[in-house]
């Protein structure tokens, strides 16, 4: 595993990786700025007051602003790795076709696209399983707020099981049929843990969030080539 993220950081220097990265922040910060002016037209005028009775407190122009940069302050804080991995699936097939052309030229020959569908349909299903996890967890991260590091443990774990099944499906997908796909899923079940556990610890450190989903695209596509079987045995 050491030797993987030593590859995945040297690729990181790549230009062409680098150029993806900026793209696919400058696009996740745009879905968040959007958020915001899509939640400071909503406030405008609003009279958060009226729900405690017959209080009247509108929310004029400079509150609405206030209140909708705070709020999505708030949505990047909680909703950035679900959305910068959503984005990313959109850049998955690229980062992983300069990895394999650079390390692994046999195999990049072998690989097939995932597509603009499938890559947006995978987006989708991706930020939607981190949302849910994360809200059915939600219960557990407020009793354990007693314990101070309780919650944090857990979002790592959390988040962790499923970023590393997202990632997986994203890399193997460029390879490996269903049944193929499903094989090596399983049998990497530990090591995708510990890659997205390590991502979801990186989305915790500011500035260092931003290269997370791709140093994740590049350690499960080192871990893939060096793990898979060249041909899934028969089920």
Partial sequence: MTHIVSLALID????????LLVRSVLVTLLIFLLLGIAIGWALAGSDPCAMLGDMECA??????GISAVVLTLLGLWFLFPAVALGVMCAYVDRIAAIIEARHYPMDAARARKTGIGGAALLGLRSAG???LYNLVALPFYILLLVTGIGPLILFVLVNGATFGRDLGEMVAGRHADRAGRRIWLRESRASRMLI??????LFLVPFANLIAPVLGV???THLYMRTRRAEPPPL
């Fill in 196 to 201: 997205g556990s390590s991502v979801t610890a």
């Fill in 59 to 64: 929310l004029d122009a400079t509150a609405s």
């Fill in 218 to 220: 590049a350690m499960t």
């Fill in 12 to 19: 990181l220097a790549d230009s062409r990786i680098v150029g």
């Fill in 129 to 131: 399983r981190v949302l």
